[in-house]
């Protein structure tokens, strides 16, 4: 079937072509559920006895939210898929199970996680997660480490960042996170409560640089392959399991960026408290419990990554004494530096988070908007001087 974009009777006629997925005498409905800017979403459930769900993700030949003025290529459902798949294969259960995926119609058919929330909206309830840390910290290391040189063959890994080859998807990152918020594009929407800080940004030429020299590492630096969206608004949790979603931006480039991702979103929420979370104290203890969450991701992360050295290392300089302190070294200070781009493109470009959205009184959402920009820059400037994810945290509470 050549492309076109399925209707939701479509979608269900779709659904009980596949085998196996549902029984003969399914009564199904289907129901638009995206909340991306990209990308349609449906599940498809039987409102018959088995009461079985799935979800049908399909890519528009266009950016969802702006229409068709903004064309944006089918491949990437292939990469989404692939690298669903591929990620389920390094950390079982870690992502939604791909049943079945169409090329022509760059469309995905995966479990169904409704039973899960997306992290960003339990984040601005307060909610807290005991074992996150642990799983994405696992996440993180199992993907990258198993994706890398450390792991693979040179050739075996050249392979497989060639069929990961984004260029369109990485081209909006280029633009949107490193530079059209740091410079006075049309596309850039922050609140008018900050435009002093923002002008003094744009002038900021020490702080420019630095994120010229984190650009280019994004754009060269193929060390692992990245989901490359991992947001909180990738994440859908329960009380006790996390799963990534959504790794259409998936690339081969530096570690720190997909860390630095996760980080970024956490502190943004930090941030948001200021505006949600009046009461000192309740707001201090919640507060606490996002630095400790990031200390514990950063250390299950590391502990995870050297056990996978020491089984599966395959670089011939990897027992090098001191080779693999460096190498954590350098993904710690990428790690700061693209979080502090992160945190600054959501306050000053095109693409908000909601944690700081929803604060209704622009005085106080300026509060925490000054806060994530605080925090950015200082993450941008100082990466270099970070030793340990303790000189981030003490980063995090100098800032105000
Ligand atoms: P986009 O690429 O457009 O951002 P996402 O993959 O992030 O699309 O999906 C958009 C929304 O659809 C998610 O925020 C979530 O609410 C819902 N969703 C996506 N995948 C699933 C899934 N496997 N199970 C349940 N809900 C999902
Ligand atoms: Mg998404
Ligand atoms: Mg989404
Ligand atoms: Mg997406």
């Given at each position: 079937m050549s492309y076109r974009t399925l209707s939701e009777q479509e979608a269900v006629e779709y659904a009980r072509s596949i085998p196996d997925l549902f029984p003969q005498d399914a009564q199904l409905v289907s129901r638009e559920?995206?909340?991306?800017?990209?990308?349609?979403?449906?599940?498809?459930q039987d409102e018959g006895p088995s009461g079985r769900s799935i979800i049908f993700k399909q890519a528009l030949p266009y950016v969802r939210v702006i229409g068709d003025s903004w064309p944006l290529t089918l491949d990437r459902a292939r990469i989404e898929s692939e690298a669903l798949i591929l990620e389920n294969e390094l950390y079982p259960g870690s992502v939604p199970k791909v049943y079945h995926h169409d090329t022509e119609l760059a469309l995905i058919v995966m479990e169904d996680l409704s039973e899960y929330q997306i992290m960003r909206k339990g984040l601005v309830e307060r909610k807290r997660y005991p074992n996150f840390a642990k799983q994405i910290g696992t996440f993180l290391a199992r993907t990258l480490f198993l994706t890398s040189d450390l792991a693979l063959s040179p050739?075996?890994?050249?392979?497989k960042a060639a069929s990961f080859t984004n260029p369109e998807l990485c081209n909006i990152t280029e633009n949107f996170v490193f530079t059209y918020p740091f410079h006075d594009d049309p596309s850039n929407a922050y609140n008018p409560l900050l435009s002093d800080t923002v002008q003094r940004i744009w002038k900021d030429n020490v702080l420019k640089l630095?994120?010229?020299r984190l650009k280019e590492g994004f754009m060269?630096?193929?060390q692992a392959l990245l989901h490359g969206d991992l947001h909180t608004g990738s994440i859908m949790?329960?009380?006790?399991?996390?799963?990534?979603?959504?790794?259409?931006f998936a690339y081969y480039g530096p570690m720190g960026f997909d860390i630095g991702a996760l980080i970024a979103n956490l502190l943004l929420n930090y941030s948001a408290h200021e505006g949600h979370t009046l009461e000192p104290q309740e707001r201090e203890i919640y507060q606490a419990y996002l630095l400790d969450t990031v200390v514990?991701?950063?250390?299950?992360?590391?502990a995870e990554f050297r056990n996978l050295w020491a089984e599966k290392a395959q670089e011939p300089y990897a027992k090098t004494p001191g080779y693999?302190?460096?190498?954590?070294?350098?993904?710690?200070q990428d790690t700061v530096g693209y979080a502090g781009c992160k945190m600054m493109r959501r306050v000053i470009g095109l693409a908000h988070v909601s944690d700081l959205e929803s604060i209704e009184d622009p005085a106080l959402r300026a509060k925490g908007e000054m806060l994530a920009l605080s925090i950015g820059q200082e993450f941008i400037l100082k990466r270099s001087t970070i030793a340990s994810v303790n000189d981030i945290i003490a980063l995090v509470t100098s800032s105000t």
């Open positions: 559920i995206g909340d991306g800017n990209l990308n349609f979403v449906f599940r498809i050739v075996e890994k050249k392979r630095e994120v010229a060269t630096r193929g949790v329960t009380e006790e399991d996390t799963k990534i979603i959504d790794p259409e514990q991701v950063w250390d299950i992360f590391e693999l302190d460096a190498y954590l070294r350098d993904v710690l």
